[in-house]
């Protein structure tokens, strides 16, 4: 009976993270294009710097978007507090998915069988993904020493790809930050995860541990690539790269540091590969799309001639 209980509990906790995911993935997706339209305004030299942010609080359009998508982490923070991170953040990064049609509808345009195709298929690989790899509740309180072993590497390959963005103009710039923006999200996630997990242990465990601290500058840093991601270019060329790269980190991390168990048996990895290949497919389809270009090439046009919003 026990066993029974305990599994019915385990399910609507499940239930009542996948929905707080999606909810979260909307309000993400609202908060994208509100502040890629915002930041494309801003002048270019303030790219990868604190002068960026400060000159979009001055934007209204921005503050709202800068609302929901707060809305949106606060969503994802209660969603982590009821799954495991490998069963959250491919739910999160569907906000690619709801995005596009949310653009699309902006500008007044209808969505054809190509983007619908793509958004199908992006929802599709991600519920087979999840229902293949079965992702269980791990240890969200590892030591200090299995966090640095995966933290270092991976915050070192985000630097790079950042400082190649810094480089680079126009759509490469764009991607590479998109890229930076995703590796610093997938860490944001695993961070809040073990913060949630301090939260329901007490305060005073919030205050005397680095985890919520480093949740802090990390989303602070992942706030600013994003940004000048957005700035650079249209949502369809960085967005794909934060929807792969967020949930491959977080799985990562899950399956690694925070020992949540994914079910990664040989027959079972392929057919992951399968469900990750057929969501990277719709991605392709989406930001292929003429219709998905125009749209967002229209709000890009201005970017490098600045005026107030």
Not at 20 to 27: D, G, K, M, N, T
Not at 43 to 56: C, F, G, N, R, V
Not at 243 to 250: F, M, S, Y
């Amino acid at each position: 009976m026990f066993d029974i209980a305990t599994a019915r509990v385990v399910a609507m906790n499940h239930v009542v993270a996948i929905l707080s995911a999606l909810a979260a993935a909307i309000c993400f997706a609202g908060a994208a294009l509100m502040q890629q339209e915002s930041a494309e305004l801003v002048d270019p030299e303030k790219a990868m710097s604190i002068k960026l942010i400060l000159d979009l609080l001055r934007r209204a359009k921005w503050i709202g978007g800068f609302a929901l998508m707060l809305a949106g982490f606060g969503l994802q923070a209660y969603a982590l507090a009821n799954g495991p991170v490998a069963l959250v953040q491919p739910i999160v990064t569907l906000e690619l998915a709801f995005a596009i049609p949310l653009g699309i509808a902006r500008r007044r345009k209808r969505a054809g069988w190509r983007e619908w195709s793509g958004i199908a298929t992006v929802c599709s690989g991600v519920a087979l993904f999840l229902l293949i790899s079965s992702p269980a509740e791990g240890t969200p309180d590892p030591n200090g020493a299995q966090w640095l072993e995966a933290l270092i590497p991976i915050a070192a390959a985000g630097a790079v790809v950042a400082l190649f963005g810094a480089t680079r103009r126009g759509p490469h710039r764009a991607m590479a930050l998109g890229a930076a923006a995703g590796i610093a999200f997938g860490v944001l996630s695993a961070l809040t995860k073990a913060t949630t997990y301090l939260i329901s242990t007490g305060a005073e465990h919030v205050l005397t541990n680095w985890q919520p601290y480093a949740a802090v500058g990390v989303g602070i840093v992942s706030l600013v690539i994003s940004q000048s991601a957005y700035q650079a270019g249209p949502l369809a060329y960085s967005m794909p790269f934060v929807g792969v790269l967020e949930p491959l980190i977080a799985v990562v991390i899950g399956e690694t540091i925070l020992n949540e168990q994914v079910h990664l048996s040989a027959p079972l990895l392929a057919a992951e590969m399968l469900a990750a290949a057929i969501a990277v497919i719709g991605i392709i389809l989406l930001t292929t799309s003429s219709t998905v270009l125009s749209v967002f090439e229209q709000s890009a046009s201005p970017s490098h001639r600045p005026r107030a919003a």
